[in-house]
């Protein structure tokens, strides 16, 4: 279901039938009898269009009952096995892959029973990595990036390999960019700003639209596939361009000088290869919002989650420039992956449920309201301030300063003079800390404090990933808050503040207490695209520059604008540890 799954298989035919093998595309959804894929399909994008909260809590409800996936595969593959296998066996194939994650679990089950002879292939097209896109009985994953590789080899206990997305050549020939803009109205000056929303249209793509016609040092491009009703709306307003469903991408992007996307899918990846910025606005539920947030944290990417936000980073990648220069040699190097050898884990199976099926089916029934509750409840009460560390009531004159660092950036020593003179927090998580302590005990030596970025997967002596590479958000939230001790043993000095990188929710809060560990949360996040931008503090509010994805340079620059914006709003900078 979805424009990108059929895309990626289509490619993959096309490159294979290239090398001179046999390929054949079937549509998986086929496979149900009576229809049911058609039915399931148009039930999909109701919920999509309308219901799109109700699609995140059952998306999310896989990692809390894992248990359940087993016998989801099960009955999906009772459900479209005569068909499937059928057509395995009539077109004598010598291997099956799968592009969508239903697809994959089916024949993975399929495998592990002894009804497929042959070897199953999982090609994962997303940056995040649902529990329903592996299974054990699968050969062998094949993923876009070496981040879900990993992911993919950690939940399946099965090898994979990281080759980059299925892209087709039409992204990676020459356009004609001259004319594409010359047929849309567009001006040698303009900035144009190319809006995709997939083939359905879903997504917030009217507000983005809005916003950046509003601005009027943008041009808003939208490319509204099959929704007409979105098109007739987008045409009314002033300032914009409206398309249908097109086969002119590549063309179009070539046109553009930035993609504003909201799900992380296949045009993200064909705007990669194109040479264009991707800007993830307001991503759609679900897979949307995990994969554009691993796609942030890849460097590949950049999520705007307010109007002003995605503005400001459009200023700055629209224009050339080193922020816009390193967004798309981040993106050359996703299209330039290539196969490092597989890295098979040892499998590990999710536990059996030991309780009565009647309690299952009342824990599912309360899941919704409990996983609302944990997460956004709990981000809104965060965003008031409820439960994380506050400024001191007498602070005064106090900007509270934090800056995550890379490994690279750990070791440069105009960024650890800048810490010292701002007084400010080196926020490391245990990765980067296992990468660099040499560099972690420089900084304490000093006087910077340092305290704990999270990111507390479990290690081995060596620094190496010794267990499943994604897990439960409970599981998460105590490896990220006990990277802590971690930190202790490098630095040689107490870890009490911890900072996550990614949205908190009530299992951080609950870990933080038990561990005595005072939990942050920024009022902004500094990144360096807000270089450019109008950059303002005030007295006792907490700040984070994030040097996670970005190169020693630009972090170097930030911090300058931050001095100077703290001595013209008479500030002192204060670090984290400050806060109670």
């Known amino acids: 279901m979805g424009a990108g799954h059929d895309g990626a298989a289509r490619e993959l035919v096309r490159r294979l039938q290239n090398d001179g093998h046999e390929a054949e595309m079937r549509d998986f959804m086929a496979s149900a009898p009576f229809r049911i894929g058609d039915a399931v399909k148009a039930s999909y994008e109701f ?49 099956v892959v799968s592009t969508y994650p239903l697809a994959s679990v089916v024949l993975g089950q399929h495998r592990r029973s002894g009804r497929l002879n042959i070897p199953a292939i999982n090609f ?60 849309l109205g567009l001006g040698p000056t303009d900035r144009a700003v190319l809006i995709v929303a997939g083939s359905w249209g879903v997504g917030d793509v009217a507000k983005a639209f809005r916003a950046i016609a509003a601005s009027g040092r943008l041009v808003p491009v939208a490319v509204c596939g099959r929704d007409e009703r979105l098109r007739h709306k987008l045409s009314q307003i002033p300032g914009g361009r409206a398309l249908g469903w097109t086969d002119q991408m590549p063309a179009l992007m070539a046109a553009a000088d930035a993609l504003v996307e909201n799900a992380g899918g296949l045009t993200a990846m064909e705007a990669l290869a194109i040479g264009l910025p991707v800007i993830s606005f307001k991503p ?22 307010k109007s002003a936000d995605l503005l400001d980073i459009l200023d700055v990648v629209t224009r ?29 199976a999710p536990r059996r449920p030991s309780v009565a099926v009647a309690r299952i089916a009342a824990a599912i029934a309360a899941v919704p309201l409990l996983w609302a509750g944990i997460t956004s409840g709990v981000g809104l009460m965060t965003a008031y301030g409820a439960g994380v560390a506050h400024p001191q009531a007498n602070a005064g004159n106090v900007a509270y300063l934090g800056v995550r660092l890379n490994a690279a950036e750990l070791l440069d020593p105009a960024i650890q003079q800048q810490l010292v003179a701002l007084h400010a927090t080196a926020v490391v998580d245990q990765q980067t800390a296992f990468v660099q302590p040499a560099a972690v005990q420089q900084l304490v030596g000093r006087r910077v404090d340092v305290e704990n970025g999270g990111r507390g997967q479990r290690l081995d002596r060596e620094g190496h990933l010794a267990g499943p590479a994604s897990r439960p958000p409970w599981q998460r939230a105590r490896g990220d808050v006990r990277a802590s001790q971690v930190l202790e043993r490098l630095s040689g000095q107490p870890v009490k503040v911890f900072v996550p990188g990614r949205r908190v929710d009530a299992f951080d809060l609950v870990e933080s207490y038990t561990a005595h560990a005072r939990t942050v949360v920024p009022d902004r996040v500094f990144e360096p695209t807000d270089i450019d931008g109008s950059m303002r503090l005030a007295a006792r509010q907490v700040y984070l520059v994030n040097g996670a994805t970005a190169t020693p340079i630009e972090v170097e620059d930030l911090l300058a604008v931050v001095s100077q914006q703290l001595t013209a709003e008479q500030l002192v900078g204060a670090p984290l540890v400050e806060l109670r």
């Open 320 to 348: 050339p420039g080193p922020t816009r220069q390193a967004m798309v040699d981040a993106g050359t190097l996703v299209l330039q992956a290539a196969a490092t050898g597989p890295t098979p884990v040892p499998a590990w």
């Open 47 to 95: 919920q999509m269009k309308h219901l799109a909260w109700t699609y995140d809590l059952t998306y999310r409800l896989w990692y809390l009952l894992p248990f359940l996936l087993p016998p989801v595969g099960r009955f999906m593959a009772w459900l479209t096995r005569r068909r499937l296998l059928r057509w395995i066996l009539e077109y004598d194939a010598d291997v």
């Open 124 to 183: 994962i097209t997303d940056f995040g990595v649902h529990p329903l896109w592996v299974h054990p009985g699968i050969d062998l994953n094949l993923a876009v990036h070496p981040h879900p590789a990993a992911e993919a080899a950690g939940k399946s206990g099965r090898p994979a390999v990281a080759t980059g997305p299925m892209v087709s050549s039409r992204f990676t020939g020459p356009q004609d960019r001259t004319g594409t803009r010359r047929g």
């Open 284 to 305: 759609i539920a679900g897979h949307g919002k995990e994969n554009t947030a691993e796609m942030q944290e890849a460097g590949v990417s950049r999520v705007a989650k």
